[in-house]
């Protein structure tokens, strides 16, 4: 039996919102630890060991450990998903359901784009002494 429009148009933008997702949290593993790697190769300079950067290198760090336990909660919610999928009486407890993995990793995931924010200003910050 043929699918229909809306069946079809609901399995893709359903591809089409993990490919987003996924690209959305490399990109915050890129921020992070290139800002990380930036910031070491600037301090080999002479001139920038006067400058105290263990905040933003801090926060430049805690930036990929969010980015990280971003990706393990998006991993246990398509886990979550799967297991609903299979799940057909619905018994499935309101713990495990992957909408709270979902969210967790969305929270984790603005997280880690804010830490970046703080540690960009912070360094920026230090350059003004």
């Known amino acids: 039996m043929a699918r229909s429009f809306r069946d079809r148009h609901r399995e893709e933008t359903y591809k089409a919102l993990a490919l987003i ?5 490399k990109a915050v593993f890129i ?4 800002a990380a790697i930036a910031l070491l190769a600037f301090l080999g300079r002479e001139a920038a060991q006067r400058l105290d950067m263990r905040l933003p ?3 430049f760090v805690t930036g990929v450990c969010l980015a990280a336990f971003a990706h393990v909660g ?5 886990l979550a998903l799967y297991n609903e999928t299979l799940d057909e009486a619905g018994t499935t407890p309101m713990w495990r359901r992957h909408d709270k993995y ?10 880690s784009i804010a830490v970046f924010g703080w540690g960009a200003i912070s360094a920026a910050l230090r350059f003004q002494n």
Not at 21 to 25: D, F, S
Not at 31 to 34: A, D, I, K, T
Not at 102 to 111: H, P, Y
């Open 21 to 25: 997702a996924m690209a959305a949290l």
């Open 31 to 34: 921020l992070n630890g290139g």
């Open 57 to 59: 290198m801090i926060l």
């Open 74 to 78: 998006a991993y246990l919610a398509q």
């Open 102 to 111: 979902l969210w967790a990793t969305v929270v984790l995931a603005v997280l």
